[in-house]
């Protein structure tokens, strides 16, 4: 699914997770802020090398059968790495378990190297990388030359950084250092506030983010997330091959950028989720200046750049920053009621949300598309995911039929549009208790394509499997994969997945077609919090008159439903 996407990392492939902003006051605090994430980060590394991880079981649906582990044992210390044919993952030996640790610091686009356990000083203290920190934070602004900025490479197609990383990989030097980076159990980016040009746009008022770091909402908090603000910001302090980049705002604007290829954003969420509630658990610290440690200072790595690298670099800031303004991002929360409401009225949330998405895209444009959402399969051993087509036939009779007397609000251009459906005067020829009918039919349906992926009766995963297998069997690919069906089914329109997490935090991710849509979502007892994408250069999505689509389509399903 993965190594033959030549499509860059950030926004195609990569998700960004925002968790709730930190209070900084100084320096210090977020030197320790970091620290401590590092701490947890060696602790939870203890545990996977002790083999005492707890096994996790399924919450529903044949309940307490054992989840498939693997995903939590490559999530430190791993890389993808580009190819100039397919991309391939660099993983660690989980036999190898005195080996030493250090982690990637990126700091204004300088990298450095913090040993973080060696043999002979064993595992450094929180204090001690504390001080490694605030080192690195005092020494990055005051260096005399701006450094090359290499990670911005690493934001390109996979065949154009696969060959420029051999280019890198000609020098000695720069061999050692994209080792080091592949090798780091995480990179933790140290970032600069993000510009409000990054806050949401457009529907304002109905819909606004309600969280804020300073003037910034939740969506310019997921743009640094997803890609780091282009290269005038952030997105040269990054290194988008590495699985786990965390990433931490001076103005307490905090989160994730991940490497989607070795994991699931569930097991990444999880670890950092009890990462952070450890944290909350300490009382924080009245920092008098540097304590005094007596270790030697990170190393600062350096590059050699040749010529030919130097241009590549100006071309990729050209390239990422077009990539970057083409990303229409909308972080959108529900408030008017999340799952206990869904609930209460009987029905799955997930199958509930599903069923609000392609309702809230068949008004707009009057027809469902291909639509994906992540199944988990962690049931099977190395089970990843499958998918669930949630565009049924059943659902699209009631999206019909709820929008009877409507029409398709199909041309998105103009915000007149607005008054208009507001004087619209709508009719139905359905009564309310034959819409209830249509939607239990659509939800039941929706609840049997989920069961039946989760159980492992998907058919999009053995579809893959059989494909691979019929590319590597007769060199090219059997008729069924060429067929125009197969790759109508396959364009996901409208790609979704549900990131639950525990804490206020939500993970987005941009379309995986270019006049598509991507939506994400968290679904919280009294608010569902939705991460919708598009690309403005297609020409009739819009990230919020989707999320408008939405608040109406939910408005419509509580009145619906409610008694
Ligand atoms: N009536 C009342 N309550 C119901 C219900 C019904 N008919 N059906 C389900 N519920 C309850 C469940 O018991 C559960 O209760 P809890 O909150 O107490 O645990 C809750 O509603 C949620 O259940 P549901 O909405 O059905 O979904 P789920 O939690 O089983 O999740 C998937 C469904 C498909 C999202 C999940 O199985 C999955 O695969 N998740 C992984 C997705 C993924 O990989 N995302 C990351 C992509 S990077």
């Known amino acids: 699914m993965y190594m033959d996407v030549p499509l860059p990392l950030p926004i195609n492939s990569n998700p960004g997770m925002v968790f709730p902003p930190r209070k900084f006051t100084t320096v210090h605090d977020v030197a320790r802020f970091a620290a401590r994430i590092i701490d947890g980060i060696l602790e939870h590394k203890e545990l996977l090398d002790s083999g005492n991880l707890p096994q996790e079981r399924a919450a529903s649906r044949e309940k307490n059968q054992p989840l498939c582990m693997a995903q939590y044992y490559r999530l430190l210390g791993s890389c993808r790495r580009p190819g100039l044919e397919r991309d391939s993952q660099f993983l660690p030996d989980v036999r190898n378990r005195d080996e030493s640790h250090h982690i990637i610091i990126c700091c204004r686009n300088q990298m450095y190297c913090v ?6 000083i064993g595992k450094l203290s929180e204090d001690e990388i504390f001080s490694q920190l605030l080192y690195i934070l005092s020494d990055a602004p005051c260096l005399p030359s701006a450094p090359p900025m290499i990670g911005l490479l690493t934001a390109e197609p996979r065949r154009i950084w696969a060959k420029d990383r051999q280019v890198l990989l000609q020098d000695e030097q720069n061999c050692r250092n994209i080792e080091l980076i592949e090798k780091s159990l995480i990179n933790l980016c140290l970032d600069e506030t993000l510009p409000l040009a990054f806050n949401a746009r457009g529907f304002v008022g109905a819909a606004s983010s309600t969280h804020f770091a300073g003037h910034r909402d939740e969506t ?17 302090n990054r290194w988008f091959d590495k699985t786990m980049q965390i990433i931490i705002c001076n103005d307490g604007t905090w989160g994730l950028c991940y490497e989607h290829s070795t994991s699931e954003g569930i097991a990444v969420v999880s670890l950092l989720e009890k990462i952070l509630n450890k944290i909350d658990e300490i009382p924080s610290l009245e920092e008098n200046g540097i304590t005094q440690q007596h270790l030697p200072p990170p190393e600062r790595l350096e590059w050699i750049v040749r010529p030919e690298i130097s241009k590549r670099i100006q071309e990729a800031k050209r390239d990422v920053d077009r990539r970057i303004e083409d990303l229409d991002f909308y972080v959108y929360r529900y408030q008017t009621y999340g799952k206990n409401f869904i609930k209460s009225c009987r029905v799955s949330p997930d199958v509930y949300i599903q069923l609000a998405l392609q309702l809230a895209y068949y008004k707009l444009y009057g027809h469902l598309v291909s639509t994906y959402e992540s199944a988990s399969t962690r049931r099977f051993l190395l089970g990843r995911v499958d998918c669930i087509r949630s565009a049924s036939i059943e659902a699209l009779e009631w999206a019909k039929a709820m929008c009877q007397g409507e029409g398709a609000n199909v041309a998105l251009e103009s ?3 607005d008054e208009e459906d507001s004087r619209k005067v709508s009719f139905s020829i359905y009564n309310r208790e034959q819409l209830t009918e249509l939607f239990r039919t659509a939800a039941t349906r929706q609840t049997e394509i989920m069961v039946q992926n989760i159980l492992g009766n998907g058919i999009d995963i053995p579809l893959l499997g059989l494909r691979e297998a019929s590319r590597e069997i007769d060199g090219e690919l059997h008729e069924l994969f060429t067929d125009e069906s197969y790759k109508i089914a396959n364009c996901f329109l409208l790609s979704t997945s549900q990131v639950a ?3 206020n935090s939500f993970m987005g991710y941009g379309p995986v077609t270019p006049r598509g849509y991507g939506c994400s979502y968290n679904p919280h007892p009294e608010e569902i919090i939705f991460c919708v994408s598009a690309f403005y250069s297609a020409d009739n999505t819009s990230a919020s008159r989707y999320a408008k689509s939405l608040q109406e389509s939910l408005d419509i399903m509580r009145d619906l439903l409610a008694k």
Not at 115 to 120: D, I, K, P, R
Not at 223 to 235: A, D, F, L, R, V
């Open 415 to 417: 915000d007149k549009e």
């Open 115 to 120: 040993v973080v356990q060696a043999n002979q």
């Open 220 to 236: 310019n908090m997921a743009h640094e997330m997803i890609h780091g603000g282009g290269s005038e910001c952030n997105t040269a």
């Open 501 to 503: 997490c525990t804490t």
